[in-house]
């Protein structure tokens, strides 16, 4: 079964400072991954995806994912973070039961603070 | 245009009690889907749907009832909530379904006791 791991459940960041949050997958073949984020009392917005091709994926808001095949890895960066990042940030894996995918299989989150 | 919407945003009920959780979206998406984001647990499929007329179940289905008549709606109902069920819920649609991305609503709040 597909599994997704966020391993950091707070991170804490000067603004300004770099940013990077990390993900771990379990899946078998190729998977598409994705990073969505979720603003306090909102739902989650799509930050970038990846599948296949160039391993390093440009999203919105300044956000970039480098996809690593042999750590099974799918880490979110970011040069220079802003205080309306400060966000629960989601990686998710889509979900495979039989044919086509069903759905996505969440991590458990990373919230992102920002010290001024 | 609206997007994805849910209503009502917040809820109580006791326990027995039935309610349906509604999502309408206007983007005439072909795939649906119900989540429910629990504490500690990010978010877990419980229902989707690829079509008006065709549902099936996700990762958590247990307790939750679906149909999808229309394109637009996707209604989830709770047939006798349970104290387990006290989560925030979500809908999202999309058009290419969920290898592509997905439009999230603002969730809805149920509590149960």
């Known amino acids: 079964a597909q599994s997704v791991t966020q391993p950091d459940i707070h991170i804490t960041v000067s603004e300004g400072a770099s940013l990077e949050l990390r993900c771990n997958y379990s899946?078998?073949?190729?998977?598409?991954l994705f990073w969505y984020v979720q603003s306090p009392g909102q739902g989650l917005q799509l930050l970038l995806k990846?599948?296949?091709?160039?391993?390093l994926v440009q999203g919105i808001k300044g956000f970039e994912a480098e996809f690593k095949r042999s750590q099974s890895s799918f880490n979110l960066r970011k040069p220079s973070v802003h205080w309306s990042d400060a966000a629960e940030y989601f990686c998710?894996?889509?979900?495979?039961?039989?044919?086509?995918?069903?759905?996505?299989?969440f991590g458990k989150g990373t919230h992102l603070i920002i010290q001024p | 245009n609206a997007g994805v919407t849910q209503t009502p945003k917040f809820q109580v009920l006791k326990t027995g009690q039935s309610m349906t959780l509604q999502c309408a979206q206007d983007?005439?998406?072909?795939?649906m889907s119900w989540y429910r984001q629990d504490p500690g647990m990010g978010l877990r499929l419980i229902h989707y749907?690829?079509?008006?007329?065709?549902?099936d179940q996700g990762e958590v289905p247990n307790g939750y009832n679906v149909s999808r008549s229309t394109t637009e709606d996707f209604p989830l109902r709770l047939l006798s909530a349970a104290p387990s069920q006290t989560s925030v819920y979500f809908c999202?649609?999309?058009?290419?379904?969920?290898?592509?991305?997905?439009?999230f609503g603002e969730g809805s709040r149920l509590t149960v006791l």
């Open positions: 983007m005439n998406h072909e795939y």
């Open positions: 990846y599948f296949s091709g160039d391993t």
């Open positions: 999202a649609s999309g058009p290419y379904g969920p290898t592509g991305e997905l439009f």
């Open positions: 749907s690829v079509g008006a007329g065709i549902t």
């Open positions: 998710a894996v889509a979900l495979y039961s039989g044919g086509g995918a069903d759905g996505l299989t």
């Open positions: 899946y078998g073949a190729t998977p598409y």
